[in-house]
Antibody, heavy 118, light 107 residues
Framework: QVQLQESGPGLLKPSETLSLTCTVS????????WSWIRQPAGKGLEWIGRIYVSGNTNYNPSLKSRVTMSVDTSKNQFSLNLSSVTAADTAVYYCARGTYHTRGKDYWGQGTLVTVSS | DIQLTQSPSSVSASVGDRVTITCRAS??????LAWYQQKPGNPPKLLIYATSSLQSGVPSRFSGSGSGTDFTLTISSLQPEDFATYYCQQAHSFPLTFGQGTRLEIK
């Protein structure tokens, strides 16, 4: 059973850096790509970006200047850093697995709420 | 960016009804469209990928169709567990984008 679990601080102050890690269990991190998606309360889904086990990345241009993703295959983990956060970055952050042949995100973490407040 | 517009934004229906949700892309996306179901407090769940392929474990009452810019998700006979919000998502080009969601409510 594949499981994804997000972890990281739930409360940040403006201008700080959001750092989240997604731990994958039940399968190898290889042969898939790994995405971050966020959802402000009561709103829709926003794709942040994705990373391949090679380390190659694709980011949403709206966030690209502030986003960094990394992967640690030895720990079956991948991570998201989002710098200079503001209240607009308050959201539930999800990690998800993508498969090459379907281009769908078939497994998701439960999500972690990150609140930015002074 | 490719914009996805879902209609309706919300719909009320009864158990047993047939419901269709549409997703229109601002430009052609071939067949790279997925549908997700989300219930409150839970992550999205993949229902359909590549326009019409049913994800493993998803009931056959869900189906998808379309191509180019116009796509539909159909639920043939609504069950109580189907009341949720549905999102389309294009996987044709970056940045990946989602529709604004369609809330399916009990009549």
């Amino acid at each position: 059973q594949v499981q994804l679990q997000e972890s990281g601080p739930g409360l940040l102050k403006p201008s700080e850096t959001l750092s989240l890690t997604c731990t994958v269990s039940g399968d190898s991190i290889n042969n898939y790509y790994w995405s971050w998606i966020r959802q402000p309360a009561g709103k829709g889904l926003e794709w942040i970006g994705r990373i391949y086990v090679s380390g190659n990345t694709n980011y949403n241009p709206s966030l690209k200047s502030r986003v960094t993703m990394s992967v640690d295959t030895s720990k079956n983990q991948f991570s998201l850093n989002l710098s200079s956060v503001t209240a607009a970055d308050t959201a539930v952050y999800y990690c998800a697995r993508g498969t090459y042949h379907t281009r769908g995100k078939d497994y998701w973490g439960q999500g972690t709420l990150v609140t930015v407040s002074s | 960016d490719i914009q996805l517009t879902q209609s309706p934004s919300s719909v009320s229906a009864s158990v047993g009804d047939r419901v269709t949700i549409t997703c229109r892309a601002s430009q052609g996306i071939s067949s790279w469209l997925a549908w997700y179901q989300q219930k409150p407090g839970n992550p999205p769940k993949l229902l359909i990928y590549a326009t019409s392929s049913l994800q493993s474990g998803v009931p056959s009452r869900f189906s998808g169709s379309g191509s180019g810019t116009d796509f539909t998700l159909t639920i043939s006979s609504l069950q109580p567990e189907d009341f949720a919000t549905y999102y389309c998502q294009q996987a044709h080009s970056f940045p990946l984008t989602f529709g604004q969601g369609t809330r399916l409510e009990i009549k």
